[in-house]
């Protein structure tokens, strides 16, 4: 069944989810701007993956809808279901690589599973392509999972992510395990793909410099609901507990205040010295 809003290629509204007893989310709303990076956060046992999964089709809600690219999810048969999901990409924790397949290998799965009737040497060029993309090297195609780092093995899984041009990227902790450098060339990484392909993406994370650094909104997951949704300035003028514990506490200070340090060397002229300051340029 089509939906279709083309400035909200994700749509959520009145979601429930539960395990048992244990509800998940309850009465959950939330709309995805197109072409936005949307970070998503929230305590442990909020369920930012479970509403991750149940908007991907791998998580079915007690209740409620979800519409994604114009298509409800929740309602789909099972031919539109395959269709749709040719349409977004998905990194997992971790990368979820194959550890019986190369990188290359792994990235061919979703085109072998999508596209059957490509060639072998085609599919090896795009997958060869889409490695690259995600900043790793030629060399890398033909090695295991075992052999890489924490950090190429996400971004292996980032390009399979990529491997079928997808309109919608789901990025799931991806910074997560990495050293500040390995985790701020992700971000950039992922800046970088969005602004050239068009990207939209959900981005669960807990790390702040990802936050402060590349997201458009950020949406806070508490009390079994979106508490709110909005820029960060927008977030630090609500009262919730949680959001200002979260981004008022120390970790988030210094990430605000590296934020502003990084705008502040931006804008300096070249030879990083203020010509308006005492012992400037100008001075």
């Known amino acids: 069944m089509s939906?279709?809003?083309?400035?909200?290629?994700?749509?959520?509204?009145?979601?429930?989810?539960?395990?048992?007893?244990?509800?998940?989310?309850?009465?959950?709303?939330?709309?995805?701007?197109?072409?936005?990076?949307?970070?998503?956060?929230?305590?442990?046992?909020?369920?930012?993956?479970?509403?991750?999964?149940?908007?991907?089709?791998?998580q079915i809600p007690d209740g409620g809808s979800i519409t994604v690219l114009g298509r409800s999810i929740t309602d789909a048969e099972e031919d539109e279901d395959i269709d749709i999901r040719s349409r977004w990409g998905v990194l997992f924790q971790?990368?979820?690589?194959?550890?019986?397949?190369?990188?290359?290998?792994?990235?061919?799965?979703?085109?072998?599973?999508?596209?059957p009737e490509l060639g072998d040497t085609l599919r090896k060029e795009i997958a060869s392509f889409k490695v690259r993309l995600s900043g790793l090297s030629?060399?890398?195609?033909?090695?295991?999972?075992?052999?890489?780092s924490g950090g190429m093995r996400k971004r292996a899984g980032l390009a399979r992510a990529l491997a079928l041009d997808p309109e919608l990227l789901f990025l799931d902790e991806p910074t997560a395990g990495l050293d500040p450098i390995g985790a701020a060339?992700?971000?950039?990484?992922?800046?970088?793909?969005?602004?050239?392909?068009?990207?939209?993406?959900?981005?669960?994370?807990?790390?702040?410099?990802?936050?402060?650094?590349?997201?458009?909104?950020?949406?806070?997951?508490?009390?079994?609901?979106?508490?709110?949704?909005?820029?960060?300035?927008?977030?630090?003028?609500?009262?919730?507990?949680?959001?200002?514990?979260?981004?008022?506490?120390?970790?988030?200070?210094?990430a605000k205040a590296g934020q502003e340090l990084q705008r502040e060397s931006k804008s300096l002229p070249e030879g990083g010295k203020d010509v308006d300051k005492p012992g400037g340029a100008g001075a």
Request: aromatic share 8%; hydrophobic share 40%.
């Open 3 to 58: 939906l279709n809003d083309p400035d909200f290629p994700i749509v959520v509204e009145g979601l429930r989810t539960s395990f048992g007893s244990n509800v998940i989310h309850e009465n959950l709303s939330l709309k995805v701007r197109r072409g936005e990076i949307l970070g998503v956060v929230g305590g442990s046992g909020t369920g930012k993956s479970v509403l991750m999964r149940a908007i991907i089709g791998l």
């Open 94 to 115: 971790g990368g979820a690589l194959f550890s019986t397949l190369t990188v290359g290998e792994n990235v061919e799965v979703p085109l072998k599973q999508f596209y």
């Open 138 to 148: 030629d060399k890398t195609t033909d090695k295991y999972p075992s052999e890489l």
């Open 185 to 254: 060339a992700f971000d950039q990484l992922t800046l970088e793909l969005q602004e050239t392909l068009g990207l939209t993406v959900f981005l669960i994370t807990h790390d702040l410099d990802t936050l402060y650094e590349i997201c458009d909104r950020v949406a806070v997951l508490a009390d079994h609901k979106v508490i709110a949704i909005g820029t960060i300035p927008e977030l630090l003028a609500t009262d919730h507990p949680w959001i200002q514990e979260y981004f008022n506490g120390p970790r988030g200070r210094a």
